[in-house]
Every structure is written in C-alpha cells, then in structure tokens.
C-alpha cells in the first residue's frame, strides 16, 4: 500500500496500478458475481416451479472455468453453464428440493455479498491511489 502511495503523482505508474485492478481482480469479480447472478436466477426458476410437472431444477457452474480462465490469464474466457439437474425425480417428473433450493440461495448470497465487499475493498484501494491519502 506504500508503495501505492509514493507512486500516486507518476501517471504511469497509476496507469501500471489501475491496469493491474481492473484487468485482473476486478474483471474476476464481476464475472463471478455474473456468475452468482445466474445461479440466483436459475434457483429462483426453481423454486417458481417446484410443483410444475416434468420440471427438472436448472444448475448453473462457472467457478471451474473462472478458476481455468484466471489461471491462463484471460478471465473474460469464463464459460456459465446452465445445466437441467439429473437429480431423482418425484412421481410427476419434477426433481426441485425445497431444501436445497433454499439452502443453495443462501450461499449465492453470502458469497455475493463476499464477492461486492472485495470489489468494494479494490475501488477503495483505487481511490486511495490516486488520492494519495
């Protein structure tokens, strides 16, 4: 963070600083929260339809191809898989648990609010950098 700091009159090095955020963390971010968003939808489908017969719940997986795309470099190479589950189904066809529906809602959640708190934090350390304070 000092080193932020010292540098923060230096266009080019804010230049450096501001690049590095956005093209790394903060894309990363934003496309798990993407992510995050579309499995909220999906379970929301879900819950909308348990009682709709031959109904099969939606998931949605992203975390293994973000973390592949992080790692080669290239977050924006991230794939969002929305998928009908293969989970057992009740006599009318349908296979939406309640129970997961909710519990897999809170843990959208929480890591949303994980996922806009670290952003927050990057935004934060952003304007510390060019405010030199």
Do not use: C, W
Not at 103 to 121: C, D, P, T
């Amino acid at each position: 963070m000092g080193y932020l700091l010292a540098q923060a009159g230096d266009p080019e090095q804010l230049s450096g600083v501001t690049s590095l955020i956005s093209e790394t963390s903060t894309v990363t971010l934003r496309l798990a929260l993407t992510g995050l968003d579309m499995r909220q939808q999906a379970i929301a489908d879900n819950i909308a339809n348990i009682e709709t017969p031959g109904f099969l719940s939606k998931q949605v997986d992203f975390e293994a191809s973000l973390r592949a795309a992080v790692a080669g470099g290239d977050p924006t190479s991230t794939r969002f898989d929305v998928s009908r589950s293969l989970a057992p189904t009740r006599m009318n066809g349908n296979n939406v648990n309640i129970d997961v529906e909710i519990m897999a809602n809170a843990e959208v959640r929480l890591r949303q609010q994980l996922a806009i708190q670290a952003l927050n934090s990057e935004y934060t350390l952003l304007r510390t950098a060019i405010s030199g304070r």
